[in-house]
């Protein structure tokens, strides 16, 4: 399955109230939109049809996010479904999960794009390796291992779709301040020099969901139906979701 055959499937069966996109590009991801949207790209040139309402922003992630109310196109400044597809650098990457998570609530999904990169010169932070192999995912590969060290109340599943995998994000959290208090220390970490010394189970996929099966799943119906609820009471629910199925235990699925 292709990644926006994946993000196809999640608008159709988690009908999100929002929608934002990180790195608009030439519009192919928010085509599939039909809810009120927000999409933010310094350099987007958009060639599809979109169907949505849309606030288009040409401006880089950090400063939209920087504004007074970034969302305020939104009936209420809280994302159901986003997808993130920016600058291909960790250190950027991890900071527009920190961004957007502030907007979320317990059943909002959060989609990385590029997180499974099949070459470690694909994966390079130089541009130019990557592309002579003829795609770039950049090192975002590198914020997984972060969130399941810092954050291991979140649910982080990686995805085998084409051509360089994905993450999908549950049990996202507005209040938690985790990631923003310990982003100055991660950034050595996250910013090491070419080659990229991608690891094994990453170029292999060997942790990855199968994408059908895990479409398949009665969770994003529930998910849906959170949509709105108390947070409190979402919260619970959304962990009884993910248990009965079994993506606590991801190797047991896919």
Not at 65 to 79: G, I, M, S, T
Not at 96 to 119: F, G, Q
Not at 145 to 173: A, F, M, N, Q, Y
Request: proline fraction near 7%; aromatic fraction near 4%; charge should be negative.
């Amino acid at each position: 399955m292709r990644r926006h055959d994946l993000l196809a499937r999640l608008h159709e069966l988690l009908q999100p109230r929002s929608y934002l996109e990180v790195g608009v590009s030439t519009g192919a991801s928010m085509a599939l939109s039909r809810t009120r949207s927000i999409g933010v790209d310094p350099f987007f040139t958009v060639k599809h049809e979109l169907r949505c309402d849309l606030h288009l922003v040409r401006t880089t992630s950090d400063e939209f996010f920087a504004r007074e109310a970034p969302l305020e196109h939104l009936d209420e400044p809280q994302v159901d479904l986003a997808f993130v597809d920016g600058m291909h650098l960790a250190e950027y990457a991890l900071r527009d999960v920190i961004n957007l998570e502030r907007y979320t609530h317990p059943a909002s999904v959060l989609v990385l794009d590029d997180m499974l990169p099949p070459h470690p010169d694909v994966a390079a932070r130089e541009r130019a390796l990557g592309r002579a192999r003829g795609m770039w995912t950049g090192d975002v590969y590198k914020v997984l291992p972060v969130l399941r060290r810092h954050r291991p109340d979140l649910i982080c599943l990686e995805v085998d779709t084409k051509p360089t995998g994905v993450v999908v994000v549950l049990g996202l959290d507005a209040r938690s301040r985790v990631l923003l208090e310990a982003y100055d220390d991660l950034v050595p970490e996250l910013v090491t020099s070419d080659p990229q010394h991608v690891p094994a189970e990453v170029l292999g996929r060997t942790r990855a969901l199968d994408a059908e099966r895990l479409l398949a799943l009665p969770l994003w119906r529930g998910l849906r139906e959170l949509q709105g609820a108390e947070p409190e009471l979402a919260r619970s629910r959304v962990r009884e979701l993910v248990r009965a199925s079994g993506l606590d235990q991801p190797a047991t699925v896919g």
